[in-house]
C-alpha cells in the first residue's frame, strides 16, 4: 500500500480503524483532538457505525470506554494530559478489573506547555496502574502499535495506555497503512466477577495484576519498539525514550557512537537495561517530559551508575527536548549564525474581533470596576480565559475545568462579595454542573456567567454537549428560574447587559447570566462547509 | 537533496496552505517529509509556524536544529525575523512585505524592514499585492510560494501539479489563477536575485 501523509494524531486514528475498532471516546483537548476527529470524517465511521461522537468529560469517555471493553469490543480513549486528571478514577480501576475487548487510552501531553496549564507527564498514571505503556517515536510507529495494541490488549487482558507528545501529535510524515480487520462480535468475561470491585473481589484482582508484572516486563523486552543499538564509544549509554530518540539521531546523522537503548514500551526492559548499564561507564536519559525514566534508573539515593538527564541539569528540569538541548547534553552544539532582532515583539493570540466574549466583558468590567470595586471574578479554561490580557485584564483565576464556579463559591463562603465565576458552556457541561448543584443546596452568594457560544471553540469549534440546553440544566439543578437571566452579547444590548449583571450581583444567592451568542469562527466554518 | 524549511506567519494568514502544496510536491518527487504544525489556539491572531522538513534520506527529528534552516517562508514580515536563530548562514529569508498589525506596541515598518536587509540572502515581496494583479487576494500565499521556487530544490512542474491537484474540486478557474499566483512569484523572486 502507498504511504500516506498523516498527522501522529491522524496515524493513531486510522491504526484503530483498521485495527477494527468499535467506538472512540473523547473530549476535545490540544493536543489530541484530531484522533476524534479524523475517526468522525472517515467513511468507515459512518458505514460501520463506529461510536464517534464526543463525550461530556474525560471521565465520562473512559467509563463508556470500559463499557464497550466489556462486551468485548475494542475502544480507543483519547484525552489531553489534564483529561487523565479527570478520567483516572476510571482509568486506574480498570486496571484492577482489566479488559475484554481491546482498550487503549491516549494521552496527549503538552511539554512546554504550548496549550495548557501544566506539563505533567502521563507515564506516571501508567505506572502506578501497573499496565503496559507505549510511546511512539514517529506517527509509523503510532500506527503500528494501535494496529498491534488491541491485540495485545485483549491477550493480556488489561488495557493500554499510549503516550503522545504534542510534537508528534501535530506533525505530518508518510504512514503505510494495514489490512483492514472486522470488529469484534460481542462477547462476555468468562468470570462474572471481572468487573466487580467489591474490596474482597479487588484485592484478589489486585494480587493477580502485580504477580502479572514480570510478564509484561518480559513483553517489554521483546518488544519490536524497544531496541539496543551498540556503539563503539563505551563512555556513555544513552536511554532514549519516544520522539528524544529522533532528536538524539538527528545529532548522529551517520550513526550514534554510543551504545543507544530506544524505549516505545514500558515497564522498562530489564534485560537491555542491564546490558547497557554493565557496558557503559555513565547514563544518559533523554525523555520528553518530567524524569520519569531518569528517576527510576537513579533511585532514590542516587548509589550506582552515574544517570544523567534532567534531575542533574545536563538538561533542563522543564520544557520540551529539541534537537538544540539534546545536542548539548552529548556535547554537542547547533550554533545560531542570526538571532532574534530586540525589535520583534510578542504576539499573544487574542478573543477575535466580534467575539460574544469580548462584549460580556466589556459590560461585565463596566460594571465591575466602577459599582464593585471589592469584586473578584473566577474563570475558567476556554477562550474567554484570554480576558485575562489587555485590555480587558477582567479575571482573577483560572486553574482547572469547571473550577471558575467553585472557586466562586468556596471565596463566597469565606466572605468575599461579589464573588462572580465566568465559564463556557461545554465547560460548564464538562464539570461545571456538579459545583452549579453545590452552590444551589447551600444559596451561596455567587453570579455566574456561563458564556454560551454554543461550541467548544478553544479547541477548534467542537459540538458542545449542552448546546440548546443550558438553562434548563440550570433550572434543573435547582436554580431559582427568575435568576436565570439569557441576553444576546452585542453591543446595542450594552445597557441591558449592564442591568442584568446588576441585578444579578446584587441578588444575594445564586444566579446564572447566560449570553448566548454563536462563536464567529464556528459560524463561519459552518457556512464554508454548506 | 535536503531541505529544512520554516513557515511563519499570523493565526489566519494561512501558512498551512503553503506547506500542504510543498508536500505534496515533495511526496511526488518520492521524497521523505516531516511538518511539525501549530494547532490549538491560531485562529485568534498570536504568531504561528511550522517546521518543514524534506529529504531523500529519512528524517530523524521533527523539529529544525538551530543554524539549520535552508527557507524561511513568512507571510509576515516580523514574524520571519523571530526565526532568525533557525536559519543557516547562506538561508534565505522569502517574506511578505505588508505588516499585520494587531499588537499595539508593533515595531516601526521601518525597523522591520532594516533588519531584514541586513540579512544576507532574502527576498522581500507585497504578495497581497501581486495576487490581487493576477486576479484575488486569496491567493497571497501562493504568491509567496512562487517567490520560493527558486531556493526551494523541487522541481517546478511538481509543484504545479500538486496545485493542480490541491485546487481541482474548486474549478478550472481557481487552479488557472493560482499557477497565475505561482509564477508571478516566482518572476518577482528571479528579477530579485538578478
Ligand atoms: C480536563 C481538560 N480537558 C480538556 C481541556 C482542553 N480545553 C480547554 S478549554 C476547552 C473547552 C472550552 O469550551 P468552552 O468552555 O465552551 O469555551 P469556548 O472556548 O468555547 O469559549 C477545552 C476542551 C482542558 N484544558 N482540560
Ligand atoms: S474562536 Fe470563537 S469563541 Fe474563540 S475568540 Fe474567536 S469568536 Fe471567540
Redesign the pocket.
Known amino acids: 500500500m502507498s504511504k500516506q501523509l498523516l498527522l501522529g494524531d491522524e496515524a493513531i486514528a486510522q491504526a484503530a480503524l483498521d485495527a477494527g475498532l468499535s467506538g472512540v471516546y473523547a473530549y476535545p483537548g490540544t493536543p489530541s483532538t484530531e484522533i476524534t476527529e479524523y475517526i468522525q470524517m472517515a467513511p468507515i465511521t459512518t458505514e460501520q457505525n463506529i461510536h464517534n461522537r464526543w463525550c461530556a468529560n474525560e471521565k465520562t469517555a473512559m467509563e463508556a470506554a470500559l463499557g464497550m471493553s466489556f462486551v468485548g469490543k475494542r475502544a480507543l480513549v483519547c484525552m489531553k494530559h489534564v483529561g487523565m486528571n479527570v478520567a483516572a478514577d476510571c482509568f486506574v480501576n480498570s486496571a484492577i478489573t482489566g479488559v475484554k475487548g481491546g482498550l487503549i487510552v491516549i494521552a496527549a501531553d503538552d511539554p512546554s506547555m504550548h496549550s495548557s496549564q501544566n506539563e505533567q507527564d502521563s507515564r506516571f498514571y501508567g505506572d502506578f496502574s501497573l499496565i503496559p505503556m507505549y510511546e511512539p517515536s514517529n506517527q509509523q510507529e503510532a500506527y503500528d502499535m494501535i494496529y498491534n495494541g488491541f491485540e495485545f490488549s485483549e491477550k493480556l487482558g488489561e488495557p493500554i495506555l499510549m503516550r503522545m507528545v504534542t510534537r508528534l501529535a501535530h506533525s505530518r510524515s508518510g504512514v503505510e497503512r494495514k489490512e483492514q480487520k472486522p470488529q469484534n462480535g460481542i462477547s462476555f468475561s468468562e468470570d462474572p466477577r471481572q468487573f466487580i470491585l467489591l474490596p474482597g473481589n479487588a484485592r484478589k484482582r489486585y494480587k493477580v495484576l502485580l504477580a502479572r508484572q514480570d510478564e509484561f516486563i518480559k513483553a517489554s523486552e521483546e518488544s519490536p519498539y524497544n531496541t539496543y543499538t551498540d556503539g563503539p564509544n563505551k563512555k556513555l549509554g544513552i536511554v532514549a525514550c519516544g520522539i528524544g530518540y529522533n532528536y538524539l539521531m538527528e545529532n548522529y546523522p551517520e550513526g550514534c557512537e554510543y551504545p543507544v537503548l530506544k524505549i516505545g514500551q514500558y515497564p522498562l526492559p530489564q534485560k537491555q537495561l542491564y546490558q547497557l548499564i554493565e557496558s557503559c561507564d555513565e547514563i544518559l536519559v533523554l525523555e520528553d517530559g518530567q524524569p520519569f525514566v531518569e528517576k527510576q534508573l537513579k533511585g532514590y539515593l542516587g548509589i550506582g551508575v552515574k544517570v544523567k538527564g534532567r534531575l542533574d541539569g545536563t538538561l533542563s528540569q522543564d520544557g520540551e527536548l529539541n534537537p538544540d538541548s539534546v545536542a548539548r547534553a552529548v556535547g554537542k552544539e547547533n550554533k545560531a549564525e542570526f538571532c532574534i532582532p530586540s525589535i520583534v515583539e510578542m504576539r499573544p493570540p487574542a478573543?477575535?474581533e466580534?467575539?460574544?466574549?469580548?462584549d460580556m466583558y466589556i459590560t461585565l468590567t463596566e460594571v465591575l470596576k466602577e459599582e464593585y470595586p471589592s469584586h473578584k471574578v473566577f474563570s475558567d479554561i476556554?477562550?474567554?480565559t484570554?480576558g485575562a490580557n489587555a485590555p480587558f485584564n477582567a479575571i482573577n483565576s483560572c486553574v482547572d475545568m469547571g473550577a471558575s464556579i467553585t472557586m466562586a463559591k468556596g471565596a463566597a463562603d469565606g466572605g468575599l462579595y461579589p464573588a462572580v465565576a465566568v465559564i463556557g458552556d461545554s465547560t460548564f457541561t464538562h464539570s461545571g454542573m456538579t459545583g452549579l448543584l453545590d452552590c444551589v443546596n447551600e444559596n451561596a452568594n455567587v453570579t455566574i456567567i456561563i458564556s454560551d457560544?454554543e461550541?467548544t471553540?478553544?479547541t477548534g469549534?467542537q459540538d458542545s454537549a449542552g448546546t440548546g440546553r443550558i438553562e434548563a440544566i440550570c433550572a434543573g439543578l435547582g436554580v431559582d428560574p427568575t435568576h436565570i437571566r439569557i441576553v444576546v452579547p452585542l453591543k446595542k444590548n450594552y445597557e441591558e447587559m449592564k442591568q442584568i449583571i446588576r441585578e444579578e450581583i446584587e441578588y444575594r444567592g445564586v444566579s446564572v447570566i447566560i449570553p448566548r451568542r454563536e462563536?464567529?469562527?464556528?459560524l463561519a466554518r459552518k457556512k464554508r462547509s454548506k | 537533496m535536503k531541505k529544512d524549511i520554516i513557515l511563519s506567519g499570523v493565526g489566519g494568514q494561512g501558512i498551512l496552505s503553503i506547506a500542504t502544496v510543498i508536500g505534496k510536491a515533495a511526496l511526488k518527487e518520492g521524497l521523505y517529509m516531516k511538518q511539525a504544525e501549530v494547532h490549538g489556539m491560531s485562529?485568534?491572531g498570536g504568531d504561528v509556524q511550522s517546521n518543514l522538513r524534506i529529504s531523500d534520506q529519512p528524517i530523524a527529528s521533527d523539529l529544525i536544529p538551530s543554524g539549520k534552516c535552508d527557507l524561511i517562508i513568512s507571510l509576515e514580515p516580523m514574524e520571519g525575523l523571530r526565526y532568525l536563530p533557525y536559519l543557516s548562514s547562506d538561508g534565505w529569508l522569502v517574506t511578505n512585505e505588508t505588516p499585520f498589525i494587531n499588537i499595539p506596541n508593533y515595531p516601526e515598518s521601518d525597523k522591520v524592514m532594516a533588519e531584514i536587509n541586513k540579512l544576507p540572502h532574502k527576498i522581500v515581496l507585497n504578495v497581497d499585492k501581486v495576487a490581487k494583479e493576477v486576479g484575488s487576494a486569496r491567493v497571497a500565499n501562493i504568491v509567496l510560494l512562487g517567490a520560493t521556487i527558486p531556493f526551494l530544490g523541487i522541481n517546478y512542474e511538481k509543484v504545479q501539479d500538486s496545485i493542480r491537484e490541491i485546487f481541482l474540486r474548486k474549478g478550472e478557474a481557481i487552479v488557472e489563477m493560482n499557477l497565475k499566483a505561482l509564477a508571478a512569484g516566482k518572476e518577482i523572486a528571479e528579477k530579485l536575485m538578478q
Open positions: 478573543l477575535c466580534g467575539c460574544g466574549h469580548r476556554g477562550c474567554y484570554l457560544n461550541t471553540a478553544m469549534g462563536c464567529i469562527q464556528t | 485562529q485568534r
